[in-house]
């Protein structure tokens, strides 16, 4: 049952998390130095390197959600931390990109900062699909 829909978009957001993110940019500081995932685990901020561990986790997450499939309960729960990482992680992100310009210095945001919202719009996709599916196998038991 991995060909159902809920792994596509569980599939996609883990992709995003955890692929894609190494690829786009997160922000340019004012300087012009682009910044990457990758490139902060050189910072020594304990919050700078919160924002790769939490992608990483969400992209763990989503992968082993695809394997849950027999336990769709489980699915659906670990669907919803996941959520909640990515809310934690948009919240970072938010706060990362407010303090990291200075005062003065203008900087542009990377579209890296809006995937954990197109995560949440994916996992929620995907829960719905779990939610459908669960309501199905138990209207199959009530007609035994």
Same mark, same amino acid.
Request: net charge positive; aromatic share 12%; charged share 15%.
């Given at each position: 049952?991995?060909?159902?829909?809920?792994?596509?978009?569980?599939?996609?957001?883990?992709?995003?998390?955890?692929?894609?993110?190494?690829?786009?940019?997160?922000?340019?500081?004012?300087?012009?130095?682009?910044?990457?995932?990758?490139?902060? /685990?050189? +910072?020594?901020?304990? #919050?700078?390197?919160? @924002?790769?561990? !939490?992608?990483?986790? %969400?992209?763990?997450?989503?992968? *082993?959600?695809?394997?849950?499939?027999?336990?769709?309960?489980?699915?659906?729960?670990?669907?919803?931390?996941?959520? /909640?990482? +990515?809310?934690?992680? #948009?919240?970072?992100? @938010?706060?990362? !990109?407010?303090?990291? %310009?200075?005062?003065?210095?203008? *900087?542009?945001?990377?579209?890296?900062?809006?995937?954990?919202?197109?995560?949440?719009?994916?996992?929620?996709?995907?829960?719905?699909?779990?939610?459908?599916?669960?309501?199905?196998?138990?209207?199959?038991?009530?007609?035994?």
């Amino acid at each position: 049952m991995i060909q159902r829909v809920q792994t596509i978009y569980l599939l996609l957001a883990a992709m995003i998390s955890g692929g894609l993110i190494f690829i786009v940019r997160l922000w340019t500081e004012a300087s012009g130095q682009i910044v990457f995932v990758g490139d902060l /685990l050189s +910072n020594p901020s304990i #919050l700078i390197k919160t @924002i790769l561990f !939490s992608f990483l986790i %969400s992209s763990l997450l989503s992968a *082993f959600a695809i394997f849950l499939f027999k336990n769709r309960q489980l699915q659906f729960v670990i669907g919803r931390m996941n959520m /909640l990482i +990515n809310f934690y992680l #948009l919240g970072i992100l @938010i706060y990362v !990109s407010q303090t990291v %310009s200075g005062e003065t210095a203008v *900087f542009e945001k990377g579209i890296g900062m809006f995937f954990p919202i197109i995560v949440v719009v994916l996992l929620v996709m995907a829960n719905k699909a779990i939610k459908k599916d669960e309501d199905l196998v138990k209207s199959v038991d009530r007609l035994r």
